[in-house]
Nanobody, 124 residues
Framework: QVQLVESGGGSVQAGGSLRLSCAAS????????VGWFRQAPGKQREGVAT???????SYRDSVKGRFTISKNNAKDTLYLQMNSLKPEDTAMYYC??????????????????WGKGTLVTISS
């Protein structure tokens, strides 16, 4: 059974940094598209960043230059380094993956597997 478990969320002041992690169990995702999504209170879930099996990344414009997605295939772990955090980054952050080779690996892609999320709160 596929399981994605996020960690690393917390509360920081604007301008601070956090590093999110997502550990996969039950399968190996080195051939998958994996990424981070977020949902702020009262808003729809949105894609943040993805990384493909080839290492190519995709970011939504509002996080470019501040967030970095990376993964460790040997550990089946995904990371999101978030710097220069803003109050508008406050959201529940989810790890997700898809295994469909013809589906694009972009931050707006549909995903098949989801974690339960980790909460990030940024105060001004």
């Amino acid at each position: 059974q596929v399981q994605l478990v996020e960690s690393g969320g917390g509360s920081v002041q604007a301008g601070g940094s956090l590093r999110l992690s997502c550990a996969a169990s039950g399968y190996t995702w080195r051939n998958d598209c994996v990424g981070w999504f977020r949902q702020a209170p009262g808003k729809q879930r949105e894609g943040v960043a993805t990384i493909g099996s080839d290492g190519i990344t995709s970011y939504r414009d509002s996080v470019k230059g501040r967030f970095t997605i990376s993964k460790n295939n040997a550990k089946d772990t995904l990371y999101l380094q978030m710097n220069s955090l803003k109050p508008e980054d406050t959201a529940m952050y989810y790890c997700a993956a898809h295994t469909t080779p013809w589906r694009p690996c972009k931050y707006y892609a549909a995903m098949d597997s989801w974690g339960k999320g980790t909460l990030v709160t940024i105060s001004s």
